[in-house]
């Protein structure tokens, strides 16, 4: 089975020339309604014609992802929205400020993009990456790129390509290895096609206050930092859906660096702990007890780069519980927070 995909591998010294040359059968693949799983600067998506529905159907299939969760649709330029969306001028403030790059607008959708690439919406979600793989081959294909994170449904987007070949082995036809993600946590999601308002369905690179330094107003969805309530309908429908998880237990410790250690050294069993840098050391003579640096405390960016990896390595050791610290909800830590306390399923513990 294994042997239907095929790996292409891209360093970042090669040249355009050579990128054309490399992506074209990828590109191509793409157009005859194949998969192709590739890096962007957030984390690798698993991309196909997002004007096909069987090529969207493919997606759904390889995921194992429920066909109601709509699918990014990737463009190589922002003004390539018309042709998919009813732009609007907060999607002009956001792309000038932030496109290329870690942005996602969700507009009222054209009959251009196929029902079962919307998740049977009205509304479409595009976003226009800055990876110059994601962008070359966006180019190449003619066609813009519908693409989710390239996981199995329910683990943690994958950040480099070794975990997408964990992943999509045998279910994508071509792997392009790109290295690492910069990024790390998946784009930020701002809906902008109500009257009503902007809203963040999902926190990322560009913060709020980035958005909002643009003169936009912003609402942050309550399902970034809460549960969904029984009944309540989600906004961006892969809220609904659990998330990042790995199979051990995930806890998130609220309290300070020296609360968790005396917490953590108490327990009994086979723990891991994701730590911060400067607070590694003295879990190193802990018996039974493996710890995970998550970067320096102030290192935001670094953590991002980082989690999903951590996540990943760990879930492969069969701990009990794996505990990691209750990130701020400021700046980038919005999104650190969202995939954390959704990865522990809101289990929190306060020291
Ligand atoms: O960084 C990213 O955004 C990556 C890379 C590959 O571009 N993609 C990504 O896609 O994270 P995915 O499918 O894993 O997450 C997209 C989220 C899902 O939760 C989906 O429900 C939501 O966006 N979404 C897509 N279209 C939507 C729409 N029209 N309205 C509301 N939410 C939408
Ligand atoms: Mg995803």
Redesign the pocket.
């Given at each position: 089975m294994d042997s239907k995909t095929k790996i292409i591998s891209i360093g970042a010294q090669d040249s355009d020339e050579r990128l054309t040359q490399l992506l074209a059968p990828a590109a191509e693949v793409i157009r005859r309604g194949g998969l192709v799983a590739?890096p962007?600067?957030?984390?690798?998506?698993?991309?196909a014609d997002g004007t096909n529905p069987d090529a969207a159907a493919k997606i759904y299939e390889a995921k194992g992802?429920p066909s109601d969760?709509?699918?990014?649709i990737?463009i190589s330029s922002p003004e390539e929205a018309e042709e998919y969306a009813y732009t609007n001028e907060v999607y002009y403030r956001i792309a000038s400020a932030f496109m290329p790059g870690?942005v996602?607008v969700?507009?009222k959708?054209k009959p251009t993009v196929p029902e079962r690439t919307?998740?049977g919406?009205?509304?479409?979600?595009l976003?226009c990456?800055s990876h110059p793989i994601?962008k070359k081959l966006i180019s190449l294909a003619g066609v813009p790129i519908a693409?989710?994170?390239?996981?199995i449904s329910g683990s943690p987007?994958p950040t480099t390509a070794s975990h997408v070949i964990d992943d999509m082995m045998g279910r994508a036809d071509i792997i392009i290895d790109g290295g690492d993600c910069d990024?790390g946590?998946?784009?930020?999601?701002i809906?902008a096609?109500e009257s009503e308002g902007v809203v963040l369905?999902?926190p990322?690179r560009i913060t709020v206050n980035d958005i909002q330094a643009l003169g936009i107003e912003v609402r942050v969805a309550d399902a970034v930092t809460d549960r969904l309530r029984e009944g309540e309908v989600?906004?961006?429908?892969?809220?609904k859906?659990r998330?990042y998880a790995p199979s051990a237990e995930v806890i998130l410790l609220d309290g300070d660096g020296k609360g968790r250690y005396e917490y953590i050294s108490k327990i009994k069993g086979k723990v891991a702990v994701i730590a911060y840098s400067e607070e590694m050391e003295p879990y190193k003579a802990l018996d039974g007890v493996c710890a995970y640096d998550f970067g320096s405390s102030e290192d935001k960016l670094g953590q991002a780069h980082r989690l999903f990896d951590i996540l990943r390595t760990a879930d492969k050791e069969n701990y009990d519980v794996i505990f990691a610290p209750l990130p701020s909800t400021d700046g980038i830590g919005l999104a650190l927070y969202n995939r954390m306390i959704r990865a522990a399923a809101h289990k929190i513990i306060k020291l």
């Open positions: 590739f962007t600067e957030t984390v690798y998506g698993l991309g992802r969760n709509p699918l990014i990737h870690p996602t969700i507009l959708a919307r998740g919406l009205e509304t479409v979600a976003r990456p994601a693409a989710p994170s390239a996981n987007s990024f946590l998946e784009s930020t999601i809906s096609h369905l999902r990322g989600a906004l961006s429908p892969g809220m859906y998330h």
